[in-house]
Nanobody
Framework: VQLQASGGGLVQAGGSLRLSCAAF????????MGWYRQTPGKQRELVAL???????NYADSVKGRFTISRDNAKSTVFLRMSSLKPEDTAVYYC??????????WGQGTLVTVSS
């Protein structure tokens, strides 16, 4: 199974981006799908999570600005980012968890927000 993330890039503060992450390969069942981000010298942190039920969790720093969604038929997770701030600059990683304890990570996509 491979996760292919896309949608990162350079944007001005206040702008928007939409990240996508598609899973390729056989996954019998997906539970959680999420987005994490990491900056140099810091630990990877959870940005947003969406469960199979559709319930979501967000980091406090992105609440009201980011929206996570998923397309189960296409094994794809999205992250709509609005009102971007320079502190949102990071490499964003997608993650998929299965009910069997297996997890998969995407390769990361760089988001740069200029002031």
């Amino acid at each position: 199974v491979q996760l292919q993330a896309s949608g990162g890039g350079l944007v001005q503060a206040g702008g928007s981006l939409r990240l996508s992450c598609a899973a390729f390969g056989r996954i019998s069942s997906i539970s959680h799908m999420g987005w994490y981000r990491q900056t140099p010298g810091k630990q990877r942190e959870l940005v947003a999570l969406i469960r199979s039920s559709g319930s979501t969790n967000y980091a406090d720093s992105v609440k009201g600005r980011f929206t996570i969604s998923r397309d189960n038929a296409k094994s794809t997770v999205f992250l709509r980012m609005s009102s971007l701030k320079p502190e949102d600059t990071a490499v964003y990683y997608c993650n998929i968890d299965t009910p069997y304890g297996t997890e998969y990570w995407g390769q990361g996509t760089l988001v740069t927000v200029s002031s």
